[in-house]
């Protein structure tokens, strides 16, 4: 069955730093461009940071310069490191595959992150 698990949300102040981790569940993990999502209260999903097969990267203009997205083949493990982090950044994080490649995979529960002002 398919997994998504993320962690490392927290409660951080503006100015802060977090790093999220993602254990993906399938196979052939190495083969699929990876994302980070974030949906706010309210607000639809977005996408926020893809990580391509040859490690390649791409990041929405909102994060650009202050997030970092890595990943690690072997243990099937995608990161976002976190700088700078600012109030609209609050949100639920989710990781999946990205959705202009892939199809989707069953959302898990994501992590939430809470930038205090």
């Known amino acids: 069955q398919v997994q998504l698990v993320e962690s490392g949300g927290d409660l951080v102040q503006t100015g802060g730093s977090l790093r999220l981790s993602c254990v993906v569940s399938?196979?052939?993990?190495?083969?699929?461009?990876m994302a980070w999502y974030r949906q706010a209260a309210g607000d639809q999903r977005e996408l926020v940071a893809t990580i391509y097969t040859g490690a390649q990267t791409s990041y929405s203009d909102s994060v650009k310069g202050r997030f970092a997205i890595s990943r690690d083949n072997a243990k099937n493990m995608i990161t976002l490191e976190m700088n700078s982090l600012k109030p609209e950044d609050s949100a639920v994080y989710y990781c999946n595959r990205d959705q202009r490649y892939h199809t989707i995979l069953n959302w898990g529960q994501g992590t939430r992150v809470t930038v205090s002002s």
């Open positions: 399938i196979s052939q993990f190495g083969s699929n461009a």
